[in-house]
Each structure stands twice: as C-alpha cells, then as structure tokens.
C-alpha cells in the first residue's frame, strides 16, 4: 500500500502511538509532519529518523487546543512541505488525570477533553478548506474502544472526549464527503503503548488481566503496528469509498 508524496500530519506524533503512525505513513511515502509539545527531542529525533528514509519530514512544537498554535502549525507546514493532504488525529489520551469520578477536577476534565476532542476539531478546521479546494482528504481520527463502551483503565473524561470524536468523526464525514475527502476514525482496544498504561496494567490483580483476555475473540491483546496498518488503510485510496467508520481494533473485545 502506498501513499507517494502525500502530505501527512500526525498530531501526538512525537509519543509511543503516534510515532508508529508517522513511520507507518513514511514507509508508505508520505511526507510527514508530526506535532509533540512537552517532549520536542523525541520529536525532532523521529523527524531525522524520517529523513534518513529519504522523505520529508518537520517537527512541529504545538499545543492542538491553542487556535493560535495550530494555525501557526499548520502554516508552518505549508511553507515546508506543502498544504496538508492526510490528518491523523492522534493526540489525547487521559494525560496522567485521575480515573475515578469522584477525584476528577475540573481541570482534569477541560485538559483531557480539550486535547482529545477540541484538538481534533482544531486541527481539521486548519486543513479542511485546502482539501475542500482541492477535492480530495483524508481525515483519521483516534477514537477508543472507551469510548465506543465504557473505559475500564480511563475515567469519563476521556470516555465522553473519545466518545464524541465518534460523533465529529460523523458529521465532518457526511458535510465534507461532496469534497471529496473521506472522514473516518479507529476505536483501539487495549494496547500496552505507553509507560502510563503498562503500569496501569501491571497494577491489576491477575484475575482481573486473565478476564480480560478472555473478553477478546483473539485471546490477546493487540501490538502497535496493527493499529497503525488500518490507519495506513482508511488514509490511503484504497478507502477512497469509505467514510464516517468507526472501524474497531480491539481483537474483537467490542463488535458494535
């Protein structure tokens, strides 16, 4: 499957998710641009790591719920690489916040939701009148099995943010679809990406890990790369006729 020359930005992409995206994408021929904010050295590192494959690729410092950083993001990656052709909206997460309700703060809650949600609308706002000039897109938003369901190791917050990309995923895709640009989203199950989640899963007692093993068709839980292999599909041609999914990767724990 291949993606020659088409300009891809990956948000998050400096973290354990998002940068299998970007080399995913690379691989495939895109030219990459991929956003972090607290850790730029990773995503600097990524970037030359890209390069070395022989694409084009930048690092883009951003917070995706500020307007003014991603309109200076987005513009910065025009001047480089060009307009954006493929989003992947990857940021988000529950960003170290408290699962249980009642130890939720505000603040939790405006972090959690403006990051995995507002960000998403943000940054698509930002590249959806160049895709809409040029008739073609690609939008790839990261949803979660979470919220598809209920989350088991993330609170409401990240349950109702990643619930409603769901539903911006929907709408975006049945307004944008007459431009040609498809707007779809995938909803992870549990993968064991990140430090935060693979010390959330060592702390659960063993039954409760067998049980949920047992609760996916698969019997496992799922590696990285196979998640980043259907956001390679839904932001290719080869779903050139699909748009508003929710496709589920989660080894069949969820079959909505």
Same mark, same amino acid.
């Given at each position: 499957?291949?993606?020659?020359?088409?300009?891809?930005?990956?948000?998050?992409?400096?973290? *354990?998710?998002?940068?299998?995206?970007?080399? %995913? #994408?690379?691989?495939?021929?895109?030219?990459?641009?991929?956003?972090?904010?607290?850790?730029?050295?990773?995503?600097?590192? #990524? =970037?030359?790591?890209?390069? =070395?494959?022989?694409?084009?690729?930048?690092?883009?410092?951003?917070?995706?719920?500020?307007? &003014?950083?991603?309109?200076?993001?987005?513009?910065?990656?025009?001047?480089?690489?060009?307009?954006?052709?493929?989003? @992947?909206?990857? =940021?988000?997460?529950?960003?170290?916040?408290?699962?249980?309700?009642?130890?939720?703060?505000?603040?939790?809650? &405006?972090?959690?939701?403006?990051?995995?949600?507002?960000?998403?609308?943000?940054?698509?706002?930002?590249?959806?009148?160049?895709?809409?000039?040029?008739?073609?897109?690609?939008?790839?938003? @990261?949803?979660?099995?979470?919220? $598809? %369901?209920?989350?088991?190791?993330?609170?409401?917050?990240?349950?109702?943010?990643?619930?409603?990309?769901?539903?911006?995923? $929907?709408?975006?895709?049945?307004?944008?679809? $007459?431009?040609?640009?498809?707007?779809?989203?995938? *909803?992870?199950?549990?993968?064991?990406?990140?430090?935060?989640?693979?010390?959330?899963?060592?702390?659960?007692?063993?039954?409760?890990?067998?049980?949920?093993?047992?609760?996916?068709?698969?019997?496992?839980?799922?590696? @990285?790369?196979?998640?980043?292999?259907? @956001? #390679?599909?839904?932001?290719? &041609?080869? =779903?050139?006729?699909?748009?508003?999914?929710?496709?589920?990767?989660? +080894? +069949?724990?969820?079959?909505?």
């Amino acid at each position: 499957m291949t993606i020659d020359d088409r300009v891809a930005l990956v948000t998050g992409g400096s973290g *354990a998710l998002g940068s299998v995206h970007c080399l %995913t #994408l690379a691989k495939a021929g895109c030219q990459v641009a991929l956003t972090g904010y607290a850790h730029m050295d990773r995503a600097e590192a #990524l =970037a030359k790591e890209i390069q =070395a494959m022989g694409r084009s690729a930048i690092a883009i410092k951003m917070d995706v719920s500020n307007l &003014d950083e991603v309109q200076r993001g987005v513009k910065r990656i025009e001047e480089v690489l060009g307009p954006v052709d493929i989003l @992947v909206n990857n =940021a988000g997460g529950a960003l170290f916040t408290p699962v249980e309700m009642d130890r939720l703060e505000e603040e939790h809650w &405006d972090l959690v939701v403006d990051t995995n949600l507002k960000g998403a609308f943000l940054c698509a706002k930002e590249v959806l009148p160049h895709m809409k000039a040029q008739r073609y897109g690609r939008i790839v938003n @990261v949803s979660s099995k979470a919220g $598809r %369901t209920y989350g088991t190791i993330a609170g409401a917050h990240y349950v109702s943010a990643k619930a409603s990309v769901v539903g911006l995923t $929907r709408q975006l895709a049945w307004e944008y679809g $007459r431009y040609g640009i498809t707007v779809n989203a995938v *909803a992870p199950g549990l993968f064991l990406s990140t430090e935060r989640i693979k010390n959330l899963w060592a702390s659960r007692p063993q039954e409760i890990k067998d049980q949920l093993i047992r609760e996916i068709a698969l019997g496992r839980l799922g590696e @990285v790369d196979e998640l980043a292999k259907v @956001v #390679l599909f839904l932001a290719s &041609d080869d =779903a050139s006729y699909v748009t508003g999914v929710i496709l589920d990767v989660n +080894g +069949g724990r969820f079959m909505g």
